[in-house]
């Protein structure tokens, strides 16, 4: 059974600070790792992917990868109140289904 | 920006009937899937679809759902005979072979 596992939060940061959002992963043949954003009421949307260890920076966004501690992170640099969503953390095999967890809660307060 | 369309954005049937949900993929992409989400639940994997057939499917896609893709540009989630539990947000999704996964609006359907 794959499994993913983040805090559910909710996690609240003031508006301009950091918010870092953890998730650890059962499947070791994971290869691609994916984070989406979902607004209520709203689909989820792609907003990282990082396949190889180490960090990946897209504008205020930073995910980070340890495949041997099988745990993806993501960090929200200067968080906006825009920010406010759940964060779903999705490892994934290519060409299988994704495997979200129940997701990680923020609100970002101004 | 290309991205997924998806019809209706609401269904409303009655617990018995049939519904077909429909899904246009990004033009160049060649998996498809459809998700689920309950109210105030995850988001969970029903079906993917590659080069005609069904891929990969999940203990919840039974009977009484199906796949199809009738022609180059839409795909389809038919449930032959919805139950109240069959109420959820239905997400279609496609990807190129990096797997990035694109979601759709969703439709609602709500079985009454």
């Known amino acids: 059974q794959k499994e993913v596992e983040q805090n559910s939060g909710p996690l609240s940061v003031p508006e301009g600070a950091i918010a870092s959002l953890n998730c650890t992963y059962s499947?070791?043949?994971?290869?691609?790792f994916f984070w989406y954003r979902q607004y209520s009421g709203k689909s989820p949307e792609l907003i990282m992917s990082?396949?190889?260890?180490g960090d990946k920076e897209d504008g205020r966004f930073t995910a980070q990868l340890n495949k041997a501690s099988q745990y993806v992170s993501l960090l929200i640099r200067d968080s906006q109140p825009s920010d406010s969503a759940t964060y779903l953390c999705a490892p994934n095999q290519a060409g299988t289904a994704l495997i979200f967890g129940k997701g990680t809660t923020l609100s970002v307060s101004s | 920006e290309p991205e997924v369309t998806q019809t209706p954005s609401h269904q409303v049937t009655q617990m018995g009937q049939e519904v077909i949900l429909r899904c246009v993929p990004i033009s160049n992409h060649l998996y498809f899937y459809w998700y689920r989400q309950i109210l105030g639940q995850k988001v969970e994997f029903l079906v993917s679809f590659y080069n005609n057939e069904i891929s990969e499917k999940s203990e919840i896609f039974d009977d009484q759902f199906s796949v199809e893709r009738p022609d180059g540009s839409n795909f389809t989630l038919k449930i032959r005979s919805t139950k109240l539990e069959d109420s959820a947000m239905y997400f279609c999704a496609s990807s190129d072979h990096r797997n990035e996964q694109f979601f759709g609006p969703g439709t609602r359907l709500t079985v009454l």
């Open positions: 499947d070791r043949g994971s290869q691609s």
């Open positions: 990082i396949y190889s260890n």
